[in-house]
Structures are given as C-alpha cells and as structure tokens.
C-alpha cells in the first residue's frame, strides 16, 4: 500500500496524512506535526521540507533473512504485567542488536506466553540460542522460572511440522493389505462412505493477498473481524483459505471486505519474521457457486458445491469449527 503511495509521488513521499490512517498510530496520536518531530534526525524515514510527508531513505532490502535472524522463546507467564516489549529486549539485548519483538496472541488477544525476537543479525540468534541450551539445560528465566524453550525461528518451524506429521499419521489403517485380505478370503463388503460431513459457508477463499503479507497478519487481520478457526496461506499464489466459527462470521469478514477491508502497512513489518511460514496447499449438478465481494484490494469467495466439499476432503473432517463431524485443518489460530 505504501509503495504504491510513494510511487505517485514523484519525489517517492507519502503524506503523513495516510500514515495517521493506521490505527496502531491513530491510537498514540492524530497530529502529522507530532509525527514529524518524532522522525526528525532519522537515520531510515525522511521528511520533506513542509513536515507533511515522509518516505525511505534506502530502498528495501533485495531478499529478507528475517526469519534467520529470529529467535522464539516460549515461558513466559501470560498474566504478568511486566512483560512487556521493553523488558524482553533488555533480558536478549546482551546477544545482540534487536530490532524488533512480537508477543504472540490468542484468538482473544490475549497473552500466548511466548514471543518471537528479531536480532540484526544471525550471529546473535546463534549467542541466544547457545547461551540458553547450554550443557542440555535451560540456562535462561523470568522471574527464575526457567523457560519452556529457547530455539531460532527455523528450528521452531521444523518441530511444529514434525508435529503435525505425527499426528495426521497417528492410526493409519493400511488400506491396501485389509483390501487383498478381504479379496482372498472371498468377503463382499461395501465400501465405506467417503462422504464427509461439514457445516456449510465456513470456508472463504480470500485473493489478492499482497506478497508481503505472512500467514500471522492474515490472522490478525480477519481475526479483529470474527471469530476465525484456520488459515492457509498460499504465497506464491497471493491467495488464502480462511476457515470461520460460523457462517454468521464468514458473513462479517465479506462485509468487512466488501467496504474496503485492507492489511495495515505495520502489519508488513511486525509480521514479516512468519513470512517464511508455509503450510501445505461448484453447486449441485457440477456447477459452482460462489458468493463473492470486492475490495479495491482484496477479493473473497466462499466456497459452495463440490469446490467446498472437495476442500474439506483435502483437509480432512472438521472436528470442531461450527457443528460438523470430523475433520482437523493443519493450521488453526495462534
């Protein structure tokens, strides 16, 4: 969004005006002049001579190692007052320059215990990482309780897919060999149902996502509109599937949208470390229906016919979104 504004300008500014627009920024303050000020002599944001616009003073990096550069730790009490942004950074300033922190959040906004740290360099994540894992013990604490864990952000990723393996492969049946069992011995039985059974109007497939965005500020997005369940974020494609609580909320993220609904541009920077998150990617009678909204950015569709029953067989029956038998997506909220 940002970029497109500077872009119009032909000095590459953006009005502070649009900026106030954020609502993190409207809630610390509406004045473009008390802005100014707070950006005067930075080494990143620019301002232009009026005070009335702002913009880069380098170009955005080529290739982002945020991810890399990040470490997640998981312990922290969710009803203690003193976590706080600034007291995380002093406990991991020692490791190195931090440049950014994020506590991670509930559906309800709520304190989750755990947070990710973004160092400005990998070297750092390393010195953290090191210094709490030392000797096959945790060596770090709040408050002298010990951390549950202390890993860079990749290894975080790597164990929550050994998990999610793990479990959708919990109480495999092996098909094949019951199948040549049963041929042998000469059994008729009938095939089992593979009809899966789901509460209608959950699933929105939500397009023209902007490449910057991450699978994290998706969720916090529709998150501050309705209840959400699941998001599936599919990069490369700009595209995501959003799994609601109930039609009622599917109905509130399309008006959301359908009056202009878009990603606040701080959301790029606080969410940019989950970027590399990845997860795995029609009426009666063979047609498709579909139930749709526009935003000048933004374009939502929620899934009916075979299109909606083919994607709840790809993910498997819905165990607890809305009323439906069965299924677990491979995701679910923060």
Partial sequence: FLRKASESDKEGYVPISVVLTFNKLKELTTDPNVVATALAGSEIVGISEDNLKLKRLSELPSTDDSAARTLYVKGFPTDDPDVTIDHIINMFSPYGNILFVKRRRLADKSFKGSCFIEFSDIESV????????????????????????????????????????????????EVGSKRDRDEKEGEDKPKKSTKIEYTERLILHVKNVPSSVNLYAIKDLFKSIADIKYVEHLVEANEAYVRTSSPEATDLILQAIEKGLTFPANAIKEEKVDA???????????????????????????????????????????????????????????
């Fill in 126 to 173: 390393k010195n953290a990482s090191e210094a709490a894992n030392k000797d096959g013990v945790m060596n770090l604490s709040f408050k002298e309780k010990p951390f549950e864990c202390v890993l860079p952000f990749s290894e975080w990723l790597q164990r929550k897919k050994n998990k999610r393996e793990n479990k959708s492969g919990a109480g495999k049946v």
């Fill in 276 to 334: 590399q998150v990845k997860e795995a990617e029609g009426a009666a009678e063979g047609k498709q229906a579909e139930e749709a909204t526009v935003s000048s950015n933004l374009v939502a569709v929620v899934l009916s016919g075979d299109e909606e029953e083919a994607y709840w067989k790809r993910i498997g029956s819905n165990s607890g979104s809305g009323g439906g038998k069965g299924g677990r997506g491979r995701g679910g909220g923060r």
